[in-house]
Nanobody, 127 residues
Framework: QVQLVESGGGLVQVGNSLRLSCAASGGTFSRYTMAWLRQAPGKEREFVAAIKWSSINTYYADSVKGRFTISRDDAKNAVYLQMNSLKPEDTAVYYC????????????????????WGQGTQVTVSS
């Protein structure tokens, strides 16, 4: 299994930007779809963005499309989430996750699809 550690969260004002990072160790990182999910207080964990191996495809939730960008650097075993034009509703704990299976050709994602998780990083957007 892949071990994941997120960083880069914090408190920002509406309209500003943040970049989250996720460092991976163990497993074979480059074979897995990597994703970011988030969970706001009192809400279920939800999918935010995913990127397949070799960056062949990316997927976004409608709520973040056009504002967030997911990327990966397989040489560094890292995945990133660039978040621009942040809104108060983006406030949540953000989790990095790896698909349960390598080279998995799915095109939609739920939390149950991911087998490895980081501990999460808090993002708070103040108005």
């Amino acid at each position: 299994q892949v071990q994941l550690v997120e960083s880069g969260g914090g408190l920002v004002q509406v309209g500003n930007s943040l970049r989250l990072s996720c460092a991976a160790s163990g497993g074979t990182f480059s074979r897995y779809t990597m994703a970011w999910l988030r969970q706001a207080p009192g809400k279920e964990r939800e999918f935010v963005a995913a990127i397949k191996w070799s960056s062949i495809n990316t997927y976004y939730a409608d709520s973040v499309k056009g504002r967030f960008t997911i990327s990966r650097d397989d040489a560094k075993n890292a995945v990133y989430l660039q978040m621009n034009s942040l809104k108060p509703e983006d406030t949540a704990v953000y989790y990095c996750a790896a698909d349960r299976y390598p080279y998995n050709f799915r095109s939609s994602y739920r939390p149950a699809d991911f087998g490895s998780w980081g501990q999460g990083t808090q993002v708070t957007v103040s108005s």
